[in-house]
């Protein structure tokens, strides 16, 4: 029997009810999550402003300024200060934020460095935002790197969210209002035993290839509320959008 997913948000409405997606499995572990602001397209301000109610937020270089902008004080900042602006650079270091400043010239990207940081720190997983939009190779490394992330890792906004499930797991969600798509991403090789109920175009004991996405833009039954997916080997992204 394939286990529950770990990726699973926290039932209480403050803290999920901003992520538009309540994920089910037994460990709520993204209620304790920190919120990582990363520097891609920023998050509307009060969509960032309710995500971080009761969490830890840390900001990856230029995500500084999306909570800067949305009137947060990150708890940490993390990067190597190439991209947020400098006067947002110098304000933090004003207002005594904690700052972990890397080399330019360095192998990991400022969003893995956060990644490895907040595992080391115990966060049991962390949502990421400001991850989509803006440059398609920044995006595609916050994508992968969150994947493989050493903990389990929600990216979201008020347009998007991306969840991922491996081999083995089972996932639950009921979107808080029917997105206007939901995708399948294989982000390995090869996904067998692929199963999804709830949508339009349900799957049964599907394989899916990174070479050949196609099951894309399928969309939530009419009268259905959730969804549930699951595979037996490989690694899938569930992707929704709300509005483009």
């Not at 500084?64 to 270091?93: E, H, Y």
């Not at 990421?128 to 916050?142: I, K, N």
């Not at 969600?173 to 199963?195: D, H, Q, T, W, Y």
Request: net charge negative.
């Amino acid at each position: 029997m394939p286990k529950e997913s770990a990726l699973c948000t926290a039932h209480a409405q403050a803290k999920a009810g901003c992520l538009q997606l309540r994920l089910q499995g037994p460990l709520a572990c993204f209620q304790d999550a920190c919120l990582l602001v990363v520097g891609g397209r920023a998050p509307e301000a009060a969509w960032l402003r309710e995500a971080a109610k009761g969490r830890e937020v840390w900001a990856v270089d230029h995500g500084l300024d999306a909570c800067l902008a949305a009137g947060i004080r990150p708890q940490r900042l993390i990067g190597d200060g190439d991209s947020a602006a400098p006067a947002a650079w110098q304000l933090a270091k004003e207002q005594h934020i904690p700052i972990e400043q890397f080399p330019v010239e360095k192998d990991d990207t400022d969003t893995q460095l956060a990644l490895k940081l907040a595992r080391e720190a115990g966060f049991p997983a962390a949502i990421v935002t400001g991850a989509f939009g803006g440059r398609f190779d920044h995006a595609l490394s916050t994508v992968t790197s969150c994947a493989f992330a050493p903990l389990p890792c929600l990216l979201a906004d008020e347009r998007e969210s991306l969840a991922f499930v491996r081999g083995g797991e089972t996932l639950s969600c009921r979107p808080a209002k029917a997105p206007k798509a939901i995708s399948l991403l294989p982000l390995a090789p090869r996904c067998e035993g692929v199963n999804l109920t709830g949508t339009h175009w349900p799957l049964t004991d599907a394989t899916l290839e990174a070479r050949n996405m196609r099951a894309i833009s399928n969309v939530l039954e009419p009268g259905s509320t959730s969804l549930t997916l699951s595979l037996a080997s490989g690694l899938l992204g569930l992707y929704f959008v709300w509005h483009e």
